[in-house]
């Protein structure tokens, strides 16, 4: 699957915003046009200077914990960022759907709403698992975000692997495992599949453990 086709078309062709601190690869000195502080910090930290725009030291030693390549990670100010900025990527207001199962965090459908995109759900069933044929049924071709929160908030439980698994197979969308309590389940992070599935992206944060 090529994640590129999946990409509202306006962003896909965005041409980034580069500035000269996106040129320059060393650490030395200070950024005078941006009118970085040449007298230094009030602290012993570099508080003077701007962070990193790439974040290249961060990613790569968030990579060797979490056994993935700094190529693959993007770091947002919380996962919620992270839920909008896919959002926004991936689908077109007024005309494109996320599709969420509850009850799960509620952070989902906000943002859905704060960017014009309308909202499908479908419960979990009485045990909390996922509804998987409920979900291929409700899936159009306007489906763009699939939403699973496992370790699942508010219900605590696993989402079942061979459900996602149908899931995967059968939607040609993005899905979303929001892992953000995963660190009460080492043992059953999703970031091991990622290269199988070019489709999955895997959340994580710092802000649970
Ligand atoms: C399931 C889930 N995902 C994401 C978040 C947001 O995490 P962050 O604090 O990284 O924005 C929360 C916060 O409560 C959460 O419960």
């Known amino acids: 699957m090529d994640i590129t086709k999946l990409l509202r078309p ?3 062709h965005l041409k980034p915003y580069a500035s000269a601190r996106d040129e320059y690869s060393g650490t030395e000195g200070v950024f005078l046009d941006a009118n970085e502080n040449p007298w230094g910090s009030i602290t012993k930290e570099a508080y003077n200077r701007y962070p990193a725009p790439h974040q290249k030291h961060l990613k790569e030693k968030i990579a060797a914990i979490k056994q993935v390549a700094a190529s693959q990670i993007f770091l947002g100010n919380g996962s919620d960022e992270a839920i909008d900025l896919l ?3 991936f689908c077109e207001p007024k005309q494109d759907h996320i599709l ?3 009850p799960t965090y509620g952070m989902y459908e906000v943002s859905a709403h704060i960017n014009g995109i309308a909202v499908q759900k479908v419960p979990l069933a009485a045990d909390f698992q996922i509804n998987t044929e409920e979900v291929l049924e409700t899936i159009t071709p306007h489906t763009k975000v699939i ?24 939607f040609q969308g993005i899905i979303v495992i929001d892992e ?18 070019p489709q999955l992206v895997v959340m994580q944060t710092f802000t649970k453990a």
């Open 87 to 89: 959002i926004r990527a």
């Open 147 to 170: 939403f699973i929160c496992s370790p699942n908030n508010p219900t605590g439980n696993l989402l079942s692997v061979t459900a996602i698994e149908t899931i995967l197979a059968n």
């Open 10 to 12: 306006h962003i896909l």
């Open 180 to 197: 953000a309590y995963i660190d009460y389940r080492s043992d059953a992070s999703w970031l091991t599949r990622l290269e199988a599935f």
């Open 100 to 102: 969420i199962m509850p």
